[in-house]
């Protein structure tokens, strides 16, 4: 079936730094990927996405590319901040979500940067 | 901004009780949703509910659980008889049907349940 698998974390940077979170995911045909994000006291929202191969979504700094080839999706970014202190979730969605839209979420990485 | 609201944000029940999640989601959506996630685990889709009718349900949302949206801005979850399995973080989503073919759903804060 459809899963989406990513790092554990917490993953803890200080401010300035690289970040990777890795995400890989498993699914026949071709899936929709998202990052969504939570920062402390708020709802899930989405950050980035990307709906085919090779496709770069990018949003607030962030990047990832959809890699057919490795099943991934990783998120990067080149220099974060303490206001990126939040959980990221790596998702999918089968095909077009129309009236279902069931998206299937990853466990989701705590990101703590310190100043 | 418009925002997806629930209540509470947290509630804590005896096993065997009655709960009632409560969402309004953005006004002029038309797909609501429910997903949960238990405690270190993954955030599991639950229902999607459209045109005042579930549109596709999990496993997990078996007949101890059931939506309805009662006046036209709410939208609730309820479990008729919690187990303590129950206990997990609840999102409320809703989308409207463009932002929904591209799979950007938008999502409340949560509610906390905890069944003791």
């Known amino acids: 079936g459809n899963s989406v698998t990513q790092m554990e974390g917490p993953v803890t940077l200080s401010e300035e730094a690289f970040l990777t979170i890795n995400c890989t995911y498993t699914?026949?045909?071709?899936?929709?990927l998202f990052w969504y994000v939570q920062y402390p006291g708020e709802g899930l929202q989405l950050l980035l996405k990307?709906?085919?191969?090779?496709d770069k979504g990018s949003n607030k700094g962030f990047e990832a590319t959809y890699r057919k080839e490795t099943t991934s999706f990783h998120l990067e970014k080149g220099s974060v901040q303490v206001s990126d202190s939040a959980v990221y979730f790596c998702?999918?969605?089968?095909?077009?979500?129309?009236?279902?839209?069931?998206?299937?979420f990853g466990t989701g990485t705590l990101l703590a940067v310190q100043p | 901004e418009p925002e997806v609201t629930q209540t509470p944000s947290h509630q804590v029940t005896q096993m065997g009780q009655e709960v009632i999640l409560r969402c309004v989601p953005i006004?002029?959506?038309?797909?609501f949703y429910w997903y949960r996630q238990i405690l270190g685990q993954k955030v599991e889709f639950l229902v999607s509910?459209?045109?005042?009718?579930?549109?596709?349900k999990s496993e997990i949302f078996d007949d101890q659980f059931s939506v309805e949206r009662p006046d036209g801005s709410n939208f609730t979850l309820k479990i008729r008889s919690t187990k303590l399995e129950d206990s997990a973080m609840y999102f409320c989503?809703?989308?409207?049907?463009?932002?929904?073919?591209?799979?950007?759903?938008?999502f409340g804060e949560g509610s906390r349940l905890t069944v003791l």
């Open positions: 989503a809703s989308t409207s049907g463009l932002a929904g073919l591209t799979g950007e759903l938008f």
């Open positions: 699914a026949t045909g071709y899936p929709s």
């Open positions: 990307a709906t085919k191969a090779d």
């Open positions: 998702a999918l969605i089968k095909g077009y979500g129309g009236a279902t839209n069931k998206l299937i």
């Open positions: 006004s002029n959506h038309l797909y």
């Open positions: 509910f459209y045109n005042n009718e579930i549109s596709e």
